[in-house]
């Protein structure tokens, strides 16, 4: 199946700092990724769909300027946790789709943040 | 509103059988998935149906109705390497993934 990577799996940084997190689809073009928070022992949350070329779209309630996201080319998405604080702290997942009619999404390996 | 109701935890033994069951209410439909998620780890892909009836492959077999808005996962033959959480999640009329809570399996010897 079609891979995605994400990276870094595990990030600690301090509170105020800022944190990039990478998500590349190795062997197939992604117009569209897909980003998820996710607290421990809950399901995922989709916190915003990042389409090439253009803006992201933002789940409510998720801030903007907080979670910037860029996708700047078809097999890479870039989320940034700016000004991180402890409550940041959690496992965010990527997730593309090959544009296949069955809509499977492929997922990123995740990527552990926890801000001090 | 949109909602997927599964149920929490669930617990079986090795070897048995287990079906982990799925409710869902979107607007509009057009798919639905099944995702094993061991903690920690992402979510890897299990099944997909969109049309009714049961689809097997090895020893899990994922089922749908839509006039019931109803999905079941079977597992068979469990292995302790089965526990992990089962995401249920329903593709809208807009083809956004709406998500389940999640199944927590545990497998006992």
């Known amino acids: 199946g079609a891979v995605v990577s994400q990276h870094p799996s595990w990030v600690i940084c301090k509170s105020g700092t800022s944190v990039k997190i990478e998500c590349r689809s190795l062997d197939f073009q992604a117009t569209t990724m897909f980003w998820y928070r996710q607290f421990p022992k809950q399901s995922l949350m989709l916190m915003a769909t990042?389409?090439?070329?253009?803006?992201?779209?933002?789940e409510q309630g998720v801030e903007k300027d907080k979670f910037l996201i860029n996708h700047a080319s078809l097999t890479l998405s870039t989320l940034t946790v700016t000004s991180a604080h402890p409550e940041d702290s959690s496992f965010y997942i990527c997730?593309?789709?090959?544009?296949?009619?069955?809509?499977?999404?492929?997922f990123g390996e995740g990527s552990r943040l926890t801000v001090l | 509103g949109q909602n997927i109701d599964q149920p929490t935890e669930m617990t079986a033994t090795e070897g048995a059988i287990v079906q982990i069951n799925c409710t869902y209410q979107t607007s509009g439909f057009n798919g639905l998935f099944w995702y094993q998620q061991h903690a920690g780890e992402a979510p890897t892909f299990l099944s997909y149906?969109?049309l009714d009836g049961l689809e097997e492959k090895g020893r899990f077999s994922s089922f749908l109705s839509r006039s019931k808005g109803y999905s079941y996962l079977l597992l068979k033959e469990l292995q302790m390497k089965d526990s992990a959480s089962y995401l249920c999640a329903a593709l809208d009329s807009n083809y956004q993934l709406i998500w389940g809570a999640g199944t927590k399996l545990i497998i006992k010897p």
């Open positions: 990042s389409n090439e070329g253009s803006k992201a779209t933002y």
């Open positions: 149906n969109v």
């Open positions: 997730s593309a789709n090959t544009g296949a009619e069955t809509g499977e999404l492929f």
